[in-house]
Each structure stands twice: as structure tokens, then as C-alpha cells.
């Protein structure tokens, strides 16, 4: 079997993990010769290393956090929502935002070992307990806060992983069946086209962007018309970095006047 029909059936098939079928997939990539989808197999399978570098379906936004607060009569409240608005404006955004960064296999694990919960637990630093604590609750002490999310989240991380790995192989497959096969150093394939195949499979983030403009006047008593066509098109698509890549601009621009005097 070929290699791209490997990936395909391990894909398909529910007992393969997906670290398994990564590590498939970056024979492929190696094969291929791409880095950007070398460089993205590596970082799903070994976790990202920072922040800036996460695709935006790793990122988990309007989060909710709860803790559990004494008061000055030694009174407790447990599992207490707290309002984002509660917190001070620069850390808002901070800590409603979960950039999820482990490996695959990592989080495959943590969905195994959250059994039949619904919901995950991922506790505030001591240091940001420290300090956001009094903005919280007047006269009441914050002594756990935590982040909830929905393991379905975690799922769905994995579930994009593996459909995009799949539609990207499908794709090379299509054109090019023989593509795994290849010996190292043979590059059969365009590199242009692989990039295109991976930024639109892997990192589908692609824009179009139209916009027309026209004008028409006429007058009666000297005959004038004047007809003013615009158009214009942009496809653009992000790179692996997210940055905005320009891909294709068409254009035309008409005008035509036609004057009669007496």
C-alpha cells in the first residue's frame, strides 16, 4: 500500500491514534520535502513551543472562570462565577483566552482521563491568584479560581488535526498518487503547487475580496454620456503564520464619453 493510502486508512480507521498518524504523515512531509508541513506535523506532535506561533483553532476564547471565596466571618462560597468585568481591563483578555499547546498524544490522554466529565478544570497560576484576588470580591478572599472548559473543545482540536491532514492528502493524491512513494531528493511534484495544497488544506484561512464601482451620466440637451466601469479582485490566504498572503489581483477600468455639440 502506498504511503498516501496508508495515511488515508489510518485516518478512516477509529483505533489509530492521531500521533500515530502524524508520525505517518511527517514521512510524507520529509518525502515531499515541504517544510511548512514538516515544521506543523512537529508542532502537533511535540506541542507548540510559543504562543504567537498556535493556529487559531488551538485558541479558546470567551472562557469562563469560577473560584471559591471566604469571607471575614470565615464563610465559604464555592464553585462562584467570576465576571470578567470584575478583573482589571489589561488581564481580561488574558485570562478568558486558553492557548492550547501540548502535543496531540498529550491531549488525547487528558480527554481519556476526564472519563465521564463534561467539563475540565484548568486552575489559575498562584501569581495570578495573588494579584487579581482583591479586584474580584470586596471583603471576600479568592482562595481557588479555575477555568472550565468543555472537553468536547479538546476533541474538536483533534478532530480539525486529522481532517486537515486527510484533506491535505487526499489533495496530493488526486494529482499526484505516487507522491509518498517518492525516493528523498526527488522533488516530481511543484513546489508551488504543494503550497498551495497545504495552505488551503492545512490553513484554510483563504479571503476574496470584490468590489465594483460604476457610473453612468447622461444629458439630453448636448448628448453626453459617460459610462465608468470599475472592478476589482483580490484572493489572498494566510500563510503558516497567519500573515496574509497575497495570491491573485485582477482588475479592469473602462470608461467611454461621448459627446455632440451643436
Same mark, same amino acid.
Given at each position: 500500500?502506498?504511503?498516501?493510502?496508508?495515511?488515508?486508512?489510518?485516518?478512516?480507521?477509529?483505533?489509530?491514534?492521531?500521533?500515530?498518524?502524524?508520525?505517518?504523515?511527517?514521512?510524507?512531509?520529509?518525502?515531499?520535502?515541504?517544510?511548512?508541513?514538516?515544521?506543523?506535523?512537529?508542532?502537533?506532535?511535540?506541542?507548540?513551543?510559543?504562543?504567537?506561533?498556535?493556529?487559531?483553532?488551538?485558541?479558546?476564547? =470567551?472562557? &469562563? !472562570?469560577?473560584?471559591?471565596?471566604? +469571607?471575614?466571618?470565615?464563610?465559604?462560597? $464555592?464553585? %462562584? #462565577?467570576?465576571?470578567?468585568?470584575?478583573?482589571?481591563?489589561?488581564?481580561?483578555?488574558?485570562?478568558?483566552?486558553?492557548?492550547?499547546?501540548?502535543?496531540?498524544?498529550?491531549?488525547?490522554?487528558?480527554?481519556?482521563?476526564?472519563?465521564?466529565?463534561?467539563?475540565?478544570?484548568?486552575?489559575?497560576?498562584?501569581?495570578?491568584?495573588?494579584?487579581?484576588?482583591?479586584?474580584?470580591?470586596?471583603?471576600?478572599?479568592?482562595?481557588?479560581?479555575?477555568?472550565?472548559?468543555?472537553?468536547?473543545?479538546?476533541?474538536?482540536?483533534?478532530?480539525?488535526?486529522?481532517?486537515?491532514?486527510?484533506?491535505?492528502?487526499? =489533495?496530493? &493524491? !488526486?494529482?499526484?498518487?505516487?507522491? +509518498?512513494?517518492?525516493?528523498?531528493?526527488? $522533488?516530481? %511534484? #511543484?513546489?508551488?503547487?504543494?503550497?498551495?495544497?497545504?495552505?488551503?488544506?492545512?490553513?484554510?484561512?483563504?479571503?476574496?475580496?470584490?468590489?465594483?464601482?460604476?457610473?453612468?451620466?447622461?444629458?439630453?440637451?448636448?448628448?453626453?454620456?459617460?459610462?465608468?466601469?470599475?472592478?476589482?479582485?483580490?484572493?489572498?490566504?494566510?500563510?503558516?503564520?497567519?500573515?496574509?498572503?497575497?495570491?491573485?489581483?485582477?482588475?479592469?477600468?473602462?470608461?467611454?464619453?461621448?459627446?455632440?455639440?451643436?
Amino acid at each position: 500500500m502506498s504511503l498516501l493510502k496508508d495515511i488515508q486508512e489510518a485516518i478512516t480507521n477509529p483505533s489509530f491514534r492521531l500521533a500515530d498518524i502524524l508520525r505517518k504523515a511527517k514521512v510524507l512531509a520529509f518525502r515531499l520535502d515541504h517544510q511548512e508541513f514538516k515544521y506543523w506535523v512537529s508542532q502537533e506532535l511535540n506541542g507548540y513551543e510559543s504562543n504567537d506561533n498556535i493556529p487559531e483553532y488551538r485558541i479558546l476564547r =470567551e472562557v &469562563d !472562570s469560577y473560584g471559591s471565596f471566604i +469571607g471575614i466571618d470565615f464563610s465559604l462560597a $464555592k464553585n %462562584i #462565577p467570576i465576571p470578567s468585568l470584575s478583573l482589571p481591563e489589561e488581564y481580561r483578555e488574558l485570562m478568558r483566552t486558553i492557548y492550547i499547546n501540548r502535543g496531540v498524544e498529550a491531549i488525547e490522554t487528558l480527554i481519556q482521563q476526564s472519563g465521564n466529565n463534561l467539563t475540565l478544570q484548568i486552575p489559575w497560576t498562584p501569581d495570578a491568584v495573588d494579584v487579581l484576588q482583591p479586584q474580584i470580591f470586596t471583603h471576600m478572599d479568592c482562595i481557588s479560581a479555575w477555568r472550565e472548559v468543555c472537553v468536547s473543545s479538546f476533541v474538536e482540536v483533534l478532530d480539525t488535526v486529522k481532517n486537515r491532514t486527510l484533506d491535505f492528502v487526499l =489533495e496530493i &493524491d !488526486s494529482k499526484f498518487p505516487n507522491a +509518498g512513494d517518492i525516493q528523498y531528493g526527488d $522533488k516530481p %511534484i #511543484p513546489k508551488s503547487y504543494i503550497n498551495k495544497v497545504f495552505r488551503n488544506c492545512v490553513f484554510y484561512d483563504n479571503h476574496s475580496l470584490m468590489a465594483s464601482d460604476n457610473a453612468t451620466i447622461t444629458t439630453s440637451q448636448s448628448e453626453s454620456t459617460m459610462t465608468d466601469n470599475r472592478s476589482i479582485s483580490i484572493l489572498s490566504s494566510r500563510d503558516f503564520n497567519g500573515v496574509i498572503n497575497l495570491g491573485n489581483i485582477s482588475g479592469d477600468v473602462t470608461n467611454s464619453i461621448n459627446q455632440l455639440r451643436e
